[in-house]
C-alpha cells in the first residue's frame, strides 16, 4: 500500500510541473456532461493517457481529460470522464484521481452522474442533488487500507453529501431558476440497466436514483478529508410497471440535453463557495 502513497504523490508531481498549482474545487463530469469545461478560464489540457498511473477511459461519451483552470476566482480541476467498475477497474484505480486532487490541494469535490429516475415524482432531464446513498457495490475502495498513513479506516458517513453545499446548491438553482431535485441514490455494477424486479426491489429499499458511479468516489473523498455533493441528470425513467426499452445513445442524448443547465448550476456554486 505504501506504493501507492508513491503513485499519488508521483502523480500529483507530474501534474504539478504541468501547471495544476493548488486548485480549490475538483469536478468529476459524468455521461454525457461535458458543458462545464467551456466555463473553465485559461484551461490546461492533459489527457488521462499521458499521466502517470491514471486509468484510461474506456467509456465512449467519457473523454478522458484532466483540465485545470479558473471558474470565477476559483481555481478547478476537473475530470472530463471517470472511471466505472464495470470497467474492470478496482476500486483503487477507480478513486485513484480523487487522492490525486486531495494531494493537489482540493478540499471540495463536486460530482455529476447520469442517472435512472425510480421516484414516479421525477422526468427526464431533471436534476437531482444526491442526499445519501445506497451502496450495491461487492467491493470498497477503503478494504485492506489499514495503517497510521491511511488516517481511520472506519470513516463516518452520517452526511456523505456536505449539508452546507445542499443549501448552496439550492440557494443558486433557486436564483437562477433552475429547479433541483432531492434523492437518495443506490449504485449498482452494472454495466447492464435492471429488470422489472431490480427496479422494485430499489424501490422497496429507499432508493430514488439508480447509476453505476459516484458512491466510491464519495467514500475515498471522505476518507481524505474532502467535502463533496453530487448532482444526478434523470436520463431514464425506471417504473417496472410501464417499463420501456432504453439503449445508451438515448440516455447520453438526455443527459446532454440537461448539460447546459447543469454547468450553470455548478457554475453557479463554485462562484459563492
Same mark, same amino acid.
Given at each position: 500500500?505504501?506504493?501507492?502513497?508513491?503513485?499519488?504523490?508521483?502523480?500529483?508531481?507530474?501534474?504539478?510541473?504541468?501547471?495544476?498549482?493548488?486548485?480549490?474545487?475538483?469536478?468529476?463530469?459524468?455521461?454525457?456532461?461535458?458543458?462545464?469545461?467551456?466555463?473553465?478560464?485559461?484551461?490546461?489540457?492533459?489527457?488521462?493517457?499521458?499521466?502517470?498511473?491514471?486509468?484510461?477511459?474506456?467509456?465512449?461519451?467519457?473523454?478522458?481529460?484532466?483540465?485545470y483552470g479558473h471558474i470565477g476566482s476559483k481555481r478547478v480541476v476537473a475530470m472530463q470522464g471517470r472511471f466505472h467498475y464495470y470497467e474492470g477497474y478496482s476500486m483503487q484505480q477507480i478513486t485513484f484521481p480523487v487522492r490525486v486532487m486531495a494531494e493537489l490541494g482540493?478540499?471540495?469535490?463536486?460530482?455529476?452522474?447520469?442517472?435512472?429516475?425510480?421516484?414516479?415524482?421525477?422526468?427526464?432531464?431533471?436534476?437531482?442533488?444526491?442526499?445519501?446513498?445506497?451502496?450495491?457495490?461487492?467491493?470498497?475502495?477503503?478494504?485492506?487500507?489499514?495503517? $497510521?498513513?491511511?488516517?481511520?479506516?472506519? !470513516?463516518?458517513?452520517?452526511?456523505?453529501? /456536505?449539508?452546507? #453545499?445542499?443549501? &448552496? *446548491?439550492?440557494?443558486?438553482?433557486?436564483?437562477?431558476?433552475?429547479?433541483?431535485?432531492?434523492?437518495?441514490?443506490a449504485e449498482v455494477p452494472g454495466p447492464n440497466l435492471e429488470t422489472r424486479a431490480e427496479y422494485r426491489y430499489l424501490r422497496s429499499i429507499g432508493a430514488d436514483l439508480v447509476g453505476m458511479s459516484t458512491v466510491p468516489e464519495v467514500l475515498v473523498a471522505h476518507h481524505?478529508?474532502?467535502?463533496?455533493?453530487?448532482?444526478?441528470?434523470?436520463?431514464?425513467?425506471?417504473?417496472?410497471?410501464?417499463?420501456? $426499452?432504453?439503449?445508451?445513445?438515448?440516455? !447520453?442524448?438526455?443527459?446532454?440535453?440537461? /448539460?447546459?443547465? #447543469?454547468?450553470? &448550476? *455548478?457554475?453557479?456554486?463554485?462562484?459563492?463557495?
Amino acid at each position: 500500500m505504501n506504493d501507492m502513497f508513491s503513485k499519488i504523490r508521483h502523480t500529483a508531481e507530474f501534474l504539478k510541473k504541468k501547471g495544476f498549482l493548488k486548485p480549490e474545487v475538483g469536478i468529476v463530469l459524468g455521461t454525457g456532461l461535458n458543458d462545464l469545461t467551456g466555463s473553465i478560464k485559461d484551461p490546461l489540457k492533459v489527457a488521462y493517457s499521458d499521466i502517470p498511473d491514471f486509468p484510461e477511459s474506456t467509456v465512449e461519451s467519457h473523454k478522458g481529460v484532466l483540465i485545470y483552470g479558473h471558474i470565477g476566482s476559483k481555481r478547478v480541476v476537473a475530470m472530463q470522464g471517470r472511471f466505472h467498475y464495470y470497467e474492470g477497474y478496482s476500486m483503487q484505480q477507480i478513486t485513484f484521481p480523487v487522492r490525486v486532487m486531495a494531494e493537489l490541494g482540493v478540499h471540495t469535490l463536486l460530482l455529476s452522474n447520469a442517472a435512472g429516475g425510480i421516484s414516479p415524482q421525477y422526468q427526464k432531464g431533471d436534476l437531482v442533488a444526491i442526499q445519501d446513498h445506497i451502496n450495491l457495490l461487492p467491493e470498497n475502495p477503503l478494504r485492506g487500507l489499514n495503517g $497510521p498513513e491511511w488516517g481511520n479506516r472506519f !470513516i463516518d458517513m452520517s452526511a456523505p453529501y /456536505d449539508p452546507t #453545499l445542499m443549501a &448552496l *446548491i439550492e440557494t443558486v438553482g433557486t436564483r437562477i431558476q433552475i429547479p433541483v431535485k432531492q434523492g437518495v441514490y443506490a449504485e449498482v455494477p452494472g454495466p447492464n440497466l435492471e429488470t422489472r424486479a431490480e427496479y422494485r426491489y430499489l424501490r422497496s429499499i429507499g432508493a430514488d436514483l439508480v447509476g453505476m458511479s459516484t458512491v466510491p468516489e464519495v467514500l475515498v473523498a471522505h476518507h481524505v478529508g474532502v467535502k463533496c455533493a453530487a448532482i444526478s441528470v434523470v436520463t431514464d425513467l425506471c417504473d417496472p410497471d410501464h417499463l420501456k $426499452p432504453v439503449n445508451i445513445e438515448e440516455i !447520453i442524448e438526455i443527459a446532454r440535453s440537461a /448539460d447546459k443547465k #447543469l454547468s450553470s &448550476l *455548478i457554475t453557479g456554486l463554485i462562484d459563492i463557495l
